[in-house]
């Protein structure tokens, strides 16, 4: 799928005939993290998709496709919990109605979402990469990479 994107990205430059500063800004901006309203979630913001992850899954949204990507953790530590790590500057306001008591004020912005533990010895980080959404798993000595499991829903073929 990256090459997909990458593919948008050329098509939509070159149909420019001037290339148009904002444009240029909106793909500067770094993917960001934020808590969500359920516990322990957090998402993610990226400029064609947006994210969810918990300790059981993490769900892509793509803004062209009609259904998500969703990646499940097999057999994952139900204790574990997304924390977000590496604070970055700015917070996001949600003002949504008339009444105060929906509004969600002050929401922080996180680099970083980690999983401490989803595995035994095995935590797993999330971060953006100029705008792109990576994971890696972190394995200490002696633990056991066999144990990851990943299960791919809504997805035709992985590559």
Same mark, same amino acid.
């Given at each position: &799928?990256?090459? !997909?994107?990458?593919?948008?990205?050329?098509?939509?430059?070159?149909?420019?005939?001037?290339?148009?500063?904002?444009?240029?800004?909106?793909?500067?901006?770094?993917?960001?993290f934020?808590?969500?309203?359920?516990?322990?979630?957090?998402?993610?913001?990226?400029?064609?998709?947006?994210?969810?992850?918990?300790?059981?899954? &993490?769900?892509?949204?793509?803004?062209?496709?009609?259904?998500?990507?969703?990646?499940?953790?097999?057999?994952?530590?139900?204790?574990?919990?997304?924390?977000?790590?590496?604070? &970055?500057?700015?917070?996001?306001?949600?003002?949504?109605?008339?009444?105060?008591?929906?509004?969600?004020?002050?929401?922080?912005?996180y680099?970083?979402?980690?999983?401490?533990?989803?595995?035994?010895?095995i935590?797993?980080?999330?971060?953006?990469? !100029?705008?792109e959404?990576?994971?890696?798993?972190?394995?200490?000595?002696?633990?056991?990479?066999?144990?990851?499991?990943?299960?791919?829903?809504?997805?035709?073929?992985?590559?």
């Amino acid at each position: &799928m990256k090459w !997909h994107f990458a593919l948008l990205a050329v098509l939509s430059f070159c149909a420019q005939s001037k290339p148009d500063p904002s444009v240029y800004l909106l793909n500067t901006v770094p993917l960001h993290f934020e808590p969500s309203l359920q516990a322990g979630t957090y998402e993610g913001f990226g400029l064609s998709y947006n994210v969810a992850i918990d300790n059981r899954q &993490m769900t892509l949204n793509f803004n062209h496709e009609p259904l998500p990507l969703r990646v499940e953790f097999v057999a994952a530590n139900a204790q574990a919990q997304a924390k977000g790590a590496i604070s &970055m500057p700015g917070l996001s306001h949600y003002l949504t109605g008339s009444s105060a008591n929906h509004w969600r004020k002050g929401v922080p912005h996180y680099a970083r979402v980690a999983i401490s533990e989803l595995y035994r010895g095995i935590d797993l980080i999330f971060y953006g990469n !100029h705008g792109e959404l990576e994971f890696d798993f972190r394995i200490r000595p002696g633990s056991r990479a066999d144990k990851i499991q990943l299960d791919y829903h809504g997805a035709d073929s992985i590559q």
